[in-house]
């Protein structure tokens, strides 16, 4: 089972928004809306932000949401903050019943 | 609040197996709930290598299924890990992931695991 693919890296400023790609196939992101997306700061644990596609545990800012298209989910941060800065991966259970994650998105508010 | 802390050997020899506990502390798992490790290194990036359940079901990524042992300790609110014939390759970061529903909404600081030759 292949790593889903993310872009390495992307960069806004404040107040603008991002959207980080994840891209699987039809085994994973294009058979289940379980597709799930973790936030990572540098030494932290990582953190829930988006489940099942795009609903938001409590306590996550309404400035992330999730969505998806065929084989293809999307993280989309608004109103980029600075304390948004940091590593986001995304993952998906897969038709293996094994679950597989995204390479990893770094993200630097400019 | 509930919290996970992995502990165990930060280095490992090469052959040897890897064990790796994950204590629950400030409460105890639901009914629904599981237990998974997650590692994370340099190379691949972040891998699920398994899951168990209170109830003694486990599984385990076909990767690393020959080599992969769980269990879970509701007694004393412990999950382990064991990795047996550890290579460099199995250097990496080992998270500890509370999870329901195919998603984990809880994870340990993590604990790095080098396996030295």
């Known amino acids: 089972q292949s790593a889903l693919t993310q872009p390495a890296s992307v960069s806004a400023s404040p107040g603008q928004s991002i959207t980080i790609s994840c891209t699987g196939t039809?085994?994973?992101?294009?058979?289940?809306?379980?597709v799930s997306w973790y936030q990572q700061h540098p030494g932290k644990a990582l953190k829930l932000m988006i489940y099942?596609?795009?609903n938001r545990p409590s306590g996550v800012s309404n400035r992330f949401s999730g969505s998806k298209s065929g084989n293809t989910a999307s993280l989309t941060v608004s109103g980029l903050q600075a304390e948004d800065e940091a590593d986001y991966y995304c993952?998906?259970?897969?038709?293996?019943?094994?679950?597989?994650f995204g390479t990893g998105t770094k993200v630097t508010v400019l | 609040q509930v919290q996970l802390q992995e502990s165990g050997p930060g280095l490992v020899k090469f052959s040897a197996t890897l064990s790796l506990t994950c204590t629950v502390s400030?409460?105890?798992?639901?009914?629904?709930?599981?237990l998974s490790w997650v590692r994370q290194s340099p190379g691949k990036g972040l891998e699920w290598i398994g899951e168990?359940?209170?109830?003694?079901?486990?599984n385990y990524n076909p990767s690393l299924k020959s080599r992969v042992t769980t269990s879970v300790d509701k007694s004393n609110n412990q999950f382990s890990l064991n990795l047996r014939s550890v290579t460099a390759a199995d250097t990496a970061m080992y998270y500890c992931?509370?999870?329901?529903?195919?998603?984990?909404?809880?994870w340990g600081p993590g604990i790095v695991v080098t396996v030295s030759s």
């Open positions: 992931a509370r999870g329901s529903d195919y998603v984990w909404d809880l």
């Open positions: 099942d596609v795009s």
């Open positions: 400030g409460g105890s798992l639901n009914n629904n709930e599981w």
């Open positions: 039809s085994s994973d992101v294009g058979s289940y809306n379980l």
């Open positions: 993952c998906s259970y897969t038709t293996n019943s094994i679950y597989v």
């Open positions: 168990g359940h209170y109830s003694g079901t486990t």
